[in-house]
């Protein structure tokens, strides 16, 4: 499996920003679509965004629109979350992970699944652990 490798959580308090980071060697990370999902204790998988190849972002949960914003550097082999203004229901562990597909995209069917795991993506990282409390 191929290694994904997060950082930057941590204790924030709310209305705080932390920026998670996603590091991506060992396999063609500008050739796969690319998701953050965090798992909230006690809650399902969720996909937080999805972004494309060509960094656009076709998908930010509702939850965390205007906020959160995920971007990628081709060149580094890295993916980002930038997230503002953050609650306490933001917490949990934060996964990057890769998309099964080189060049295509599962997403389609992914958005659709119930439950969400992580086995559903191609690979997945340790996560970071993010805890939003005053």
């Known amino acids: 499996q191929v290694q994904l490798v997060e950082s930057g959580g941590g204790l924030v308090q709310p209305g705080g920003s932390l920026r998670l980071s996603c590091a991506a060697p060992?396999?063609?990370?500008?050739?796969?679509?690319m998701y953050w999902v965090r798992q909230a204790p006690g809650k399902e998988l969720e996909c937080v965004s999805t972004?494309?190849?060509?960094?656009?972002?076709?998908y930010i949960h509702d939850s965390v629109k205007g906020r959160f914003t995920a971007s990628r550097d081709n060149a580094e082999n890295k993916l980002y979350l930038q997230m503002n203004s953050l609650k306490s229901e933001d917490t949990g562990i934060y996964y990057c992970?890769?998309?099964?597909?080189?060049?295509?995209?599962?997403?389609?069917?992914?958005?659709?699944?119930?439950?969400?795991?992580?086995?559903?993506?191609?690979?997945w990282g340790q996560g970071t652990h993010v805890t939003v409390s005053s």
């Open positions: 972004i494309r190849i060509n960094g656009n972002t076709v």
């Open positions: 992970a890769k998309d099964r597909l080189q060049y295509g995209t599962t997403w389609f069917d992914l958005r659709k699944r119930s439950p969400l795991t992580l086995a559903d993506f191609g690979s």
């Open positions: 060992g396999f063609d990370f500008s050739t796969h679509w």
